[in-house]
């Protein structure tokens, strides 16, 4: 009798078909095009007749292994492998939409987002209105009759904000909109928002499913029917993922379960000893009681994700000042790694968008953004502590 196998199992017996060779551990297919045995095999292939390999751009073995994976973890029929979490998230707008359409997306979306919306979609005739996190009331109203897709990220980068999967998706399907979700804060393993009515969903590969700060990597999943659509658009506009950070990102969801557990664990002991600090002024994490959304991150998610923000007392030169005493803590921008990251959010990864738009969504001159990482809690919080004091 067989059972239905649990996400970690999936994650690690998730292979690619063996090869001749009989290997154990999945081989890299650095291939740019596959071999047709036969003219009308070139045929069938091309004309979609029968599945397989042509030309890396439109799948490769280890792009197929990482996405039947994801596929597994968020609950999707199919997905699309991308160089990056920005060309997930353009494709998986651009996939859909066309010149007089609109969007209604959250003002509380990483930095390059904001930018597509506001800077690049609007050259082709595609314009967006943005929707405020704590009036959930009007969001209804925002849509209108060209209003193709709602565009959100929860929990959002930096602010944490916890956006209400199945009460949007409802407003969606009402309307005929597609909900599109970032889901690279809380990845698969936190938060599968198909499974809440969202229709699409992107990642950053780059974050917690690579985890180890080493390749960049990006994917779209959803319904056959809707990923039919991201495949035609990426297929010909070419945003593929290499086969050789497809594979590194293969073998890190193995372990995802395992270093998320550790993630959260770290991340939440973290902000409950900056809850406590003199020093702090404001701490944001999904699972602290303080969250103004705890309830919904307790019903959406199931540990609250390895990002912490706080603000420090005495504002951004505060802030400049805790960067700098910073000792064992990387300083760098990037986020989702085994080693604690800090970043300051307004000068580096928002910098390019307005104080005013900043602040509207809680990026506050002094907020540090902690990813949390996977050395030993009581040495994370030893080095928080010290560069604390340290700027005083
Ligand atoms: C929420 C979110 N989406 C997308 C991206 C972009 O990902 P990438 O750097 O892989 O292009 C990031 C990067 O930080 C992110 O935080």
């Not at 280890?62 to 998230?89: P, R, W």
């Not at 992107?202 to 994917?219: L, M, P, V, Y």
Request: proline content about 4%.
């Amino acid at each position: 009798m067989s059972q239905k196998r649990k996400f970690e199992t999936n994650a690690i017996r998730t292979q690619m078909k063996r090869s001749q060779n009989r290997e154990h551990s999945s081989p890299i297919y650095m291939s740019t095009s596959f071999i047709f045995e036969d003219a009308e095999q070139a045929r069938a292939l091309f004309a979609d007749e029968i599945p397989g390999n042509i030309y890396t751009r439109f799948s490769n073995p280890n792009n197929s292994e990482f996405i039947d994976k994801i596929c597994l973890m968020e609950g999707a029929e199919d997905g699309f492998a991308t160089a990056s979490g920005m060309s997930a998230v353009f494709s998986s707008i651009a996939a859909f939409l066309r010149s007089g359409d609109h969007i209604v997306a959250s003002r509380s979306l990483f930095g390059s987002t904001i930018q597509i919306l506001t800077q690049l979609l609007p050259r082709w005739g595609i314009t967006c209105t943005f929707a405020d996190i704590d009036q959930p009331e009007i969001w209804e109203s925002l849509i209108k009759p060209n209003t193709k897709m709602v565009v959100v990220e929860t929990p959002s980068n930096p602010a944490l904000d916890i956006i209400d999967l199945e009460w949007l998706s409802k407003i969606c399907n009402k309307h005929n909109v597609l909900l599109n979700v970032d889901n690279c804060f809380a990845t698969p393993y936190l938060q599968q928002p198909l499974k809440w009515g969202a229709h699409i969903v992107t990642h950053s590969a780059t974050k917690f499913i690579d985890g180890q700060g080493r390749a960049i990597g990006g994917i779209i999943v959803g319904s056959k029917e809707l990923i039919k659509e991201v495949r035609f658009f990426c297929r010909h506009t070419g945003p593929a993922l290499s086969p050789f950070n497809a594979w590194i990102l293969s073998k890190s969801l193995e372990t995802l379960a395992l270093r998320m557990d550790r993630h959260c664990d770290n991340a939440l002991k973290l902000a409950q000893f900056l809850e406590a600090h003199p020093e702090v002024e404001k701490v944001k994490y999904p699972f602290l009681q303080s969250h103004p959304q705890y309830e919904l991150a307790k019903k959406q998610m199931k540990a609250g994700g390895g990002i912490v923000t706080f603000i420090v007392k005495g504002g951004l030169e505060r802030g400049r000042k805790f960067l700098n005493a910073a000792e064992m803590l990387s300083h760098t921008a990037n986020l989702g790694d085994s080693r604690t990251i800090i970043t300051h959010s307004a000068s580096t990864t928002h910098s390019k968008i307005s104080e005013e738009e900043r602040e509207k969504v809680g990026i506050l001159p002094g907020l540090i953004r902690i990813s949390t990482g996977l050395e030993h809690i009581d040495d994370i919080i030893y080095e928080v502590g010290q560069a604390l004091e340290k700027s005083k």
